[in-house]
T-cell receptor
Framework: EPEVTQTPSHQVTQMGQEVILRCVPI?????FYWYRQILGQKVEFLVS????????KSEIFDDQFSVERPDGSNFTLKIRSTKLEDSAMYFC?????????????FGEGSRLTVL | SQQGEEDPQALSIQEGENATMNCSYKTSINNLQWYRQNSGRGLVHLILIRSNEREKHSGRLRVTLDTSKKSSSLLITASRAADTASYFCATDRGGSYIPTFGRGTSLIVHP
């Protein structure tokens, strides 16, 4: 069964460092998302991406964040200068078989720890 | 806020019992979805109900939607220890189809 894959599963970084989280969405999907979940808290929307551009973003997704789909398969989230409060589980999701109203398919997440 | 809010925050039951979780939201929606998350894992889609539907079934899951009360419920019948997980509702608002999640209900099913 097709699945969304994310790497790395866990990354530890120092405050101020750049981090890139990678995702391979399901191959025939067209809509891509990043969410994050701080430990024990709600799942928060960061950004959505369609047709090679950001379609919507939340207040969390400030200038420190960027997304890219460099090669038609990978979908990356970059945090330019990490802060302690960026420590969270980051989930990639994709959607497309039933269009933009259908269910999301999530990856297993990348746990980011900022020291 | 558009997000759904689940209630209760935590639920502990015995195997074989039914589990009911509720979700309330604030503004009109296109659809409402329920997801499950095992500890430390990704979210898995369970069921989607559209704003013009009132009830939907999938196996041991039953979802209802009352748009007049802006609420939904998820019923898991004959629960099993393997149902232990967090359950989230996700709603999207009229002009945006971005699912927005609540804080979830943590369900523990004791064998």
């Amino acid at each position: 069964e097709p699945e969304v894959t994310q790497t790395p599963s866990h990354q530890v970084t120092q405050m101020g460092q750049e981090v890139i989280l990678r995702c391979v969405p399901i191959s025939n999907h067209l809509y891509f998302y990043w969410y994050r979940q701080i430990l024990g808290q709600k799942v928060e929307f960061l950004v959505s991406f369609y047709n090679n551009e950001i379609s919507e973003k939340s207040e969390i997704f400030d200038d420190q964040f960027s997304v890219e789909r460099p090669d038609g398969s990978n979908f990356t989230l970059k945090i330019r200068s990490t802060k302690l409060e960026d420590s969270a589980m980051y989930f990639c999701a994709s959607r497309g078989v039933r269009g933009y109203t259908g269910e999301l398919f999530f990856g297993e997440g990348s746990r980011l720890t900022v020291l | 806020s558009q997000q759904g809010e689940e209630d209760p925050q935590a639920l502990s039951i015995q195997e074989g019992e039914n589990a009911t979780m509720n979700c309330s939201y604030k503004t009109s929606i296109n659809n409402l979805q329920w997801y499950r998350q095992n500890s430390g894992r990704g979210l898995v889609h369970l069921i989607l109900i559209r704003s013009n539907e009132r009830e939907k079934h999938s196996g041991r899951l039953r979802v209802t939607l009352d748009t007049s009360k802006k609420s939904s419920s998820l019923l898991i019948t004959a629960s099993r220890a393997a149902d232990t997980a967090s359950y989230f509702c996700a709603t999207d608002r009229g002009g945006s189809y971005i699912p927005t999640f609540g804080r979830g209900t943590s369900l523990i099913v004791h064998p």
